[in-house]
């Protein structure tokens, strides 16, 4: 069975860190262009970050960047997401998903661009 697991999620205050991880299993990820997305309540599923299959291209919305980090180990079939400075408007659960790719700098940030999702991490940034 193919599956992707974040992991990392909690409580934190403002201007805390947390370091999100998805790990995969049932194939390998390691030629999959990855991504992170967030939901919050009654809001669209928005992209995060995105980060091509050989980790060198990366892609940020406006809102985090400067403060998140995406990054991969392709050996542990895994990606993470390092979050820094924190603020009450990133809370949402946050949502890991994966779509093969022939391009190793391929980033993708719409959400019908993957095929692979996880169950999804809450993040709660309190003020």
């Known amino acids: 069975q193919v599956q992707l697991v974040e992991s990392g999620g909690g409580l934190v205050q403002a201007g805390g860190s947390l370091r999100l991880s998805c790990a995969g299993s049932?194939?390998?990820?390691?030629?999959?262009?990855m991504g992170w997305f967030r939901q919050a309540p009654g809001k669209e599923r928005e992209f995060v970050a995105a980060?091509?299959?050989?980790?060198?291209?990366?892609n940020y919305a406006d809102v985090v960047k400067g403060r998140f980090t995406i990054s991969r180990d392709n050996v542990k079939n895994t990606e993470y997401l390092q979050m820094n400075s924190l603020k009450p408007e990133d809370t949402a659960a946050y949502y890991c998903?994966?779509?093969?790719?022939?391009?190793?700098?391929?980033?993708?940030?719409?959400?019908?661009?993957?095929?692979?999702w996880g169950q999804g991490t809450q993040v709660t940034v309190s003020s």
């Open positions: 998903a994966a779509e093969p790719a022939v391009s190793g700098h391929s980033t993708y940030t719409e959400p019908n661009q993957y095929d692979y």
């Open positions: 049932g194939r390998t990820f390691s030629r999959d262009a």
């Open positions: 980060i091509g299959w050989r980790g060198t291209t990366t």
